[in-house]
C-alpha cells in the first residue's frame, strides 16, 4: 500500500512524513524490522519489491554491516530512503532478471507486501527466484497483507485500490498465502508464523531449506 505519484508530487516535504503515517495505519514497520532482526542476523540483505525504501531504512539503519540490496519494478525504487548510501542500493529491475546476473547469494530475503500487486500465476516465478538467491542457512520472509473479513481489510483493499492507484490486487487469505509459499517453495520449511501489529492481517512467513 503506498501513496500514488500525483499526490506525493503534491505532498513535496511532506512526502515522507505522509507516507509513514499513511503506511502506519495498517503496519508498525519498527515492529516488523524487529521481528526480522529475531530470525536473522544478514551480512547481505535483498529486498524483492522494495518500494520507497521503508523496510530498507530500518534494517540499514540497525544493522551497521549489512549490505542491502532493493529491487522493484517502479521506477526510482528506494526514492524515500533516507540512510546510508553506501551500503543499500536499489535497482529497476524483475527477480529474473536480477537472478540471471548471479549477484551473489543473500543471508536474507525479504517480499514485503508484494506477493497482492503480483497476478497470482506469476507468484510461484517471483517466490522461486527470491530461493534461488537465498544462501545456504538463509531466512526467507515473506509478509503478506491477510484478506479477512473486518473493517481493516476492508480499508486496505480501498486504499490499494484507490489510493495507491493498483486495481489488480489479488489478496489471499491465511491458507491460500500458505497453499502458494509452500508449493511454490517444496524444498522449504516455515520456521516461524507470526503476526504483525497493530492488525491481524498483517502474516508473516519465515522459511529456511529444509535439512538433509
Ligand atoms: C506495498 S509496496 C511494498 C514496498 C516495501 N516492500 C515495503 O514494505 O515498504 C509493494 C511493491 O511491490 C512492487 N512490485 C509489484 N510487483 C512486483 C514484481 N513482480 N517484482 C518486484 N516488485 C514488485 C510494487 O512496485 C511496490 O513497490
Excluded at 527477480?95 to 517480499?111: I, K, M, N, Q, T
Excluded at 516455515?190 to 503476526?195: A, Y
Aim: net charge negative.
Amino acid at each position: 500500500m503506498g501513496i500514488t505519484a500525483a499526490v506525493r508530487r503534491r505532498l513535496g516535504k511532506y512526502e515522507v512524513p505522509a507516507a509513514e503515517l499513511y503506511r502506519s495505519v495498517f503496519i508498525d514497520l519498527d515492529s516488523l524490522a524487529t521481528t526480522l532482526l529475531s530470525l536473522s542476523t544478514p551480512g547481505r540483505i535483498l529486498e524483492i519489491g522494495c518500494g520507497d525504501g521503508a523496510v530498507a531504512e530500518r534494517l540499514v539503519g540497525a544493522l551497521p554491516e549489512a549490505e542491502y540490496l532493493g529491487i522493484d519494478v517502479m521506477d526510482s525504487p528506494g526514492r524515500l530512503f533516507r540512510g546510508d548510501r553506501g551500503r543499500a542500493t536499489f535497482r529497476s529491475v524483475y527477480s529474473h532478471d536480477l537472478r540471471a546476473e548471479e549477484p551473489g547469494l543473500f543471508d536474507l530475503v525479504l517480499v514485503v507486501d508484494v506477493l497482492h500487486h503480483v497476478p497470482p500465476a506469476h507468484r510461484d516465478a517471483l517466490l522461486r527466484d527470491a530461493e534461488a538467491l537465498l544462501a545456504p542457512g538463509g531466512t526467507l520472509i515473506v509478509k503478506e497483507w491477510e484478506r479477512r473479513s473486518d473493517i481493516a481489510h476492508l480499508m486496505a483493499y480501498t486504499a490499494d485500490k484507490y489510493v495507491s492507484g493498483d486495481k489488480n490486487v489479488v489478496f489471499g487469505d491465511r491458507d491460500q498465502l500458505l497453499a502458494t509459499v509452500t508449493a511454490a517453495l517444496p524444498g522449504m520449511s516455515i520456521v516461524c508464523e507470526t503476526r504483525v501489529p497493530p492488525k491481524r492481517n498483517n502474516i508473516l512467513f519465515a522459511l529456511r531449506r529444509t535439512e538433509g
